[in-house]
């Protein structure tokens, strides 16, 4: 089991950025893949980026360029870079980790919010 905590999230002008952090309870060394995830008002959780224990990285084509997933194992902590922020991504953005045994475990949120 692993429990997770974001932090970083808040008000920021569209062309700002932020970085969000997910802090894990145990050694994310060995976790298969850790991700950030995002739900708006209205509509459907979707991935956002996700990082496998070996270091690749995918995003989802609505952030490339903008957003960079990253993961610190010496301080079992996830990252997310958001830059060149847009109205449409605000929505609460989620720590995601797979471990394998044992399935998915979530955070609780951190709200982002884009305007001006």
């Known amino acids: 089991q692993v429990q997770l905590v974001e932090s970083g999230g808040g008000l920021v002008q569209p062309g700002g950025s932020l970085r969000l952090s997910c802090a894990a309870s145990r050694s994310i060394f060995s976790i298969a893949a850790m991700g950030w995830y995002r739900q708006a008002p209205g509509k459907e959780r979707e991935l956002v980026a996700i990082?496998?224990?070996?270091?690749?990285?995918n995003s989802a084509d609505s952030v490339k360029g903008r957003f960079t997933i990253s993961r610190d194992n010496a301080k079992n902590t996830l990252y997310l870079q958001m830059n060149s922020l847009k109205p449409e991504d605000t929505a609460v953005y989620y720590c995601n980790a797979v471990l394998i045994p044992g399935g998915h475990y979530w955070g609780q949120g951190t709200q982002v919010t884009v305007s001006s």
């Open positions: 990082i496998t224990s070996g270091g690749s990285a």
